[in-house]
DNA sequence: TATTGTTATACTCTATAACTATA
DNA sequence: TATAGTTATAGAGTATAACAATA
């Protein structure tokens, strides 16, 4: 973890740069990179109640209210009051929100090619395996993590 | 970087997860992963002066103050007058500050090994070239990076 | 004048708990 | 009573800039 030879201390200074550009590309756009989360996440579950989303994507719900207001003011969403429940809010995107989010997800594909630059197809799957089994040994629920096209995917970053 | 298959996202995933677990860990030992890294640096350019160290691991200033403080006050380290600058205070591990930066990276060594459980050496050692090719590409610089046997370490998570 | 270390301060971020309107 | 959303508030963490001693 923290001395010569170790994928621990690799990893964690691999994945505070990734997150770090992540953020750095997004801001671009003008968006946060749990902005982005939310957007991704109301696009997913279009139609949930704010606080439903929020518990999901585990951001308490005071800091949800400052988010939603944010994106809410930039009409990238909207709060839509419930029929059978009048305190809930269902959140849905606006056409800006979906194309910003669309944007935002090809700026992800740019950075993903970067980190990839010059790996074969081949060398990149196996980097991806062995990263999962790294997941595995660290109990990161799969569910948290990209793979094959079982159900439930990550929201962001 | 958000969807399925991604290099970026899985690994600022484990990145985090990683550097939570550190925390953890080291925490059981009374220290926080900053005041680690402070014990690696001052191990590694003892007798420096505090800000030369704390630029190094780039530490503001007045930060730096605070953690000093607070590893002096557990005794393990000294500050000592520089004898050709007043102005100046060296740095100094003492034994129990060598003690518990060996304990430390005991841990960190068990966690190295639950990381890389079940992974061959060889499969290892591939990881790390993936995970040091993934570096270049976002122009992390090498003298931050662990590799093999040249001259600047990091100094910590 | 510039620099070392320190202190004071302001700022961001976040979570906690109180509050309202509903259920 | 309990819950959705909101607001107010307090705490941690961190950086900025002013300060005293020394170069």
Redesign the interface.
């Known amino acids: 973890?923290?001395?010569?030879?170790?994928?621990?201390?690799?990893?964690?200074?691999?994945?505070?740069?990734?997150?770090r550009?992540?953020g750095e590309i997004v801001g671009e756009i003008g968006l946060e990179p749990r902005q982005?989360a939310l957007l991704?996440g109301v696009a997913r579950w279009e139609g949930d109640a704010q606080q439903a989303i929020a518990e999901r994507l585990q951001i308490p719900a005071s800091t949800m209210v400052a988010i939603v207001d944010h994106l809410e003011a930039e009409r990238l969403l909207e709060r839509r009051p419930d029929p059978t429940d009048r305190r809930a809010r269902n959140l849905y995107l606006t056409p800006a929100g979906h194309k910003r989010l669309a944007e935002?997800?090809t700026l992800?594909?740019g950075?993903?090619s970067?980190?990839?630059?010059?790996?074969q197809n081949r060398?990149?799957d196996?980097?991806?395996d062995?990263?999962?089994?790294?997941?595995r040994?660290?109990d990161?629920p799969s569910w948290?993590?990209?793979?094959?096209?079982s159900g439930e995917?990550?929201a962001?970053?």
């Open positions: 973890m923290s001395g010569s030879e170790s994928v621990g201390f690799t990893l964690s200074q691999l994945g505070l740069e990734t997150s550009r992540f982005f991704r935002a997800t992800a594909m950075l993903e970067t980190i990839c630059a010059g790996l060398k990149r196996l980097l991806l062995l990263l999962r089994h790294v997941a040994n660290l990161i948290s993590l990209p793979d094959k096209g995917r990550p962001g970053l």
